[in-house]
């Protein structure tokens, strides 16, 4: 029998989103790619004026802000549209100034809180593909299908810098390594729900593998093909 609910975590650009999103389109399941909850809510403190280092406020941001997830509204290459109090965030989520302030806002005990509650009512539903930090070890635990996604850091920083460049944005390739491995570090270093494998997880090294054979490696998970 196929996985119901897979939860897919690892570090930043490590392929993830890649996976899930094609899991996802492969099964026919829900796909929800829970960072860009935490964007939402860090792109809002930004837009607000709200200091990142004000962790009531920013707590209760997450509490209150009105985030919608949704399938793709335009044909600009989104897996999904993005929306804070119905202003569309898909692309505005992404800039090296999210980047730069997301982890210390998703550090706070009371941001994850009210973001887990939210992950875990979408996941009760089943047929989910969910991605993330914490979502084998603390969202859904009990997932039928754990994978922990991991790439090099170079090679991480090289794919992300790629993918910047396509979007026409320009960033050194020592800026984007710098800017993962700092959220990396502080991502599992938290108290609250760090970034870590499940024991029960499966490790998916996809440093040598290009999209297409990551894919295929992961649709013969799914199908129990593969022994891992
Ligand atoms: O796409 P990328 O891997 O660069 O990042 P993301 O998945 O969009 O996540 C952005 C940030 O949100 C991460 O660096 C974490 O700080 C936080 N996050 C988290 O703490 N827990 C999750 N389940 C998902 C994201
Ligand atoms: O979701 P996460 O941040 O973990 O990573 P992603 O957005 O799925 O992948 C980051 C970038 O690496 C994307 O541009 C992917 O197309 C690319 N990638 C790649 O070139 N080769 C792979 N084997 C996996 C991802």
Known sequence: MKPSTIAIDGPAASGKSTIGYHLSRYLAYLYLDTGVLYRAVTWAALDRGIP?????????????????????TETDGRQYTV????????????????????????AYPGVREALTRRMREIAALGRVV??????????????????????????????????????????????VLASLQRRDKIDSNRKAAPLKA???????????????????????????????
């Open 198 to 228: 499940a024991p029960d997880a499966i490790i998916f090294d996809n440093t040598e593998l290009t999209i297409e054979e990551m894919l295929k490696r992961a649709e013969r998970l799914v199908d129990g093909l593969d022994p891992a």
């Open 83 to 106: 929306r804070v109090e119905g202003c569309d965030v898909t692309w505005a989520i992404r800039t090296p100034e999210v980047d730069a302030a997301v982890s210390p806002v998703s």
């Open 52 to 72: 990142i280092a004000d962790e009531t406020a920013i707590t209760h941001l997450a509490e209150e802000l009105h985030i919608d997830v949704t399938p793709p």
């Open 130 to 175: 969910m991605v993330g930090r914490d979502i084998g070890t603390v969202v859904i635990p009990d997932a039928d299908m754990k994978l922990y996604v991991i790439a090099s850091a170079e090679e991480r920083a090289h794919r992300r810098q790629l993918e910047m460049q396509t979007k026409g944005e320009r960033q050194a390739y020592d800026d």
